[in-house]
């Protein structure tokens, strides 16, 4: 059932993206340099009947309003995906792992996104950024522009680290989980109690990150 899910949510994605591209007023190209990275559930394929989407926007195009027109696109995509109808929505949508969070853009280069990733200058990804990547993944653009994105991911997760500083970071970042998300009661929550499924998450997470290398 997820991986069906999972599927109806990239075919969907796919014929919005391409409905709202055929259909943008200034638009400067008859076929888009736009994909979409998928983390979350969507990137590991685990989506459920109420799972909303996590996903970033890039493009390659080296158009001067490149940037402007990709972000109209990425405001019609999300408004079409999210508005509600007398028959409901398609899809709730979080963007919050794109680079810099709430305070990034909506959509950037890939070029910007692959230097963010892989930690050249002083704007950089952080670990738990790092963990996302564990499980993301291309599910819409060129074949070309998935390749790179598959070069980059592994570049990230086969990055050599120190697993001392690696896991009080990544306990860090549990710790601060954990207090946004408190377990109600005395009865075990399987997802975020003490050794539920966040805690199973986040170990592989740093065993893949600490020796993937």
């Not at 195009?61 to 109808?85: F, M, P, S």
């Not at 963010?116 to 996302?132: D, F, I, K, L, V």
Request: charged share 25%.
């Amino acid at each position: 059932v997820a991986d069906d899910l999972s599927a109806l949510a990239e075919a969907v994605l796919s014929l919005t993206a391409d409905w709202c591209w055929q259909r943008l007023k200034y638009r400067h190209r008859e076929e888009s340099q736009f994909a979409v990275i998928a983390y979350g559930k969507l990137g590991g394929k685990e989506l459920g009947y109420g799972s909303d989407l996590d996903i970033v926007f890039v493009y390659e195009d080296e158009d001067e309003q490149a940037g402007e027109v990709y972000a109209t696109l990425v405001r019609k995509v999300i408004n079409w995906l999210t508005v509600k109808t007398a028959e409901g929505d398609l899809f709730e949508i979080d963007t919050a792992l794109r680079p810099n969070g709430g305070s990034g853009l909506l959509v950037i280069s890939f070029a910007a996104y692959a230097k963010y990733q892989q930690q050249r200058g002083s704007n950089t990804a952080w670990t738990w950024e790092h963990q996302a990547m564990t499980r993301a993944r291309f599910v819409l653009g060129s074949e070309s522009l998935r390749q790179r994105f598959d070069e980059v991911r592994r570049a990230v997760i086969t990055a050599p680290r120190d697993p001392q500083a690696l896991s009080r970071e990544i306990v860090e970042m549990r710790q601060k989980v954990r207090s946004a998300r408190p377990v109600r009661g005395s009865k075990f929550d399987v997802k975020h109690s003490v050794g539920g499924m966040v805690d199973a998450e986040f170990a592989v997470q740093f065993l893949v990150l600490s020796q993937a290398a």
